[in-house]
């Protein structure tokens, strides 16, 4: 167990990551990748991946091997989400680029009665990212 995830043996004698696969639907056809991330104390072919499966709604998140990984990313499908990629945020199967920083203020009313006029407010830097095909989104810097 790795990460508080299992491996499972491979017949001869060898861990394998499980595959990338929805554990209720038995396939990886309707899987949606939502993110890959390294996984340092691991071999570079293993990464980290969440995924959703599109037919049933299941979350999972486990480490995987990238040729399994690839197989399913591959599908033209896969290019019309959000996929966070490492450090990068990728739509339209291309990374997203910064598109400018700016300074938001978050606010709410102190006290929910009538006439509160004081407000708790909290400024947050943000970045913008852009996609080639006009999505656009804002994260915390």
């Known amino acids: 167990m790795v990460f508080g995830f299992h491996f499972r043996d491979d017949g001869a004698g060898r861990h394998r990551v499980m595959p990338v696969m929805c554990g209720n639907c038995g396939t990886d056809r309707h899987l949606i990748i939502r993110s890959v991330t390294d996984m340092p104390a691991q071999p570079p072919e293993v990464a980290l991946v969440s995924y959703t499966c599109s037919r049933c709604g299941t979350f999972d998140e486990h480490p995987a091997q990238v040729a399994d990984l690839s197989l399913v990313l591959a599908r033209p499908e896969q290019a019309g989400d959000l996929l966070i990629f490492g450090n990068n945020y990728m739509h339209c199967g291309q990374p997203m680029k910064k598109a400018g920083s700016e300074l938001?203020?978050?606010?709410?009313?102190?006290?929910?009665?009538?006439?509160?006029?004081?407000?708790?407010?909290?400024?947050?830097?943000?970045?913008?990212?852009?996609?080639?095909?006009?999505?656009?989104?804002?994260l915390p810097e």
């Open 104 to 138: 938001r203020k978050l606010s709410a009313p102190l006290s929910t009665e009538d006439g509160a006029e004081d407000a708790l407010g909290v400024y947050l830097s943000i970045r913008v990212l852009r996609c080639v095909c006009g999505f656009q989104m804002e």
